[in-house]
């Protein structure tokens, strides 16, 4: 089995994270070394390490996440933002399990 990572771990709620959503297929918390003034990371609770390894049968996972961000932003009044997938370690992907970056300039209301 491939090994836990620390977004495993965050989902399991063994490691803290200020969770700003939570449903049935998707988890969203704070960045930990915010790169903007709002800095969340959306992540799928089905595990794929990264958009490198999406198959037909987990395509629905990357639309499903920028769904998920798209009605968040509406939801808080943010109406500018920038959404980035890091594909790769050569990609400037750290941790093994696909995640949305979701940066805005905009606070959290
Ligand atoms: P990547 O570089 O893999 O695309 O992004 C991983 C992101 O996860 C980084 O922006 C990093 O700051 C964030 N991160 C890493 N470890 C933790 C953690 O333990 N908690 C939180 N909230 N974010 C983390």
Do not use: N
């Amino acid at each position: 089995m491939a090994e836990r990572t620390i977004f495993h771990k965050i989902i399991d709620k063994e490691i803290p994270s200020t969770v700003v959503y939570e449903d049935d297929e998707v988890l969203a918390f704070k960045d930990i070394h915010p790169k903007a003034v709002t800095h969340l990371l959306f992540i799928p609770k089905h595990f794929v390490a990264s958009i490198a390894d999406v198959t037909s049968e987990t395509a629905y996972i990357p639309g499903m996440l920028i769904l998920k961000a798209q009605r968040f932003a509406k939801e808080k009044g943010i109406d500018g933002y920038k959404l980035t997938f890091h594909v790769g370690r050569k990609g400037g992907q750290e941790v093994p399990y696909l995640h949305l970056h979701f940066l805005s300039e905009q606070s959290l209301a």
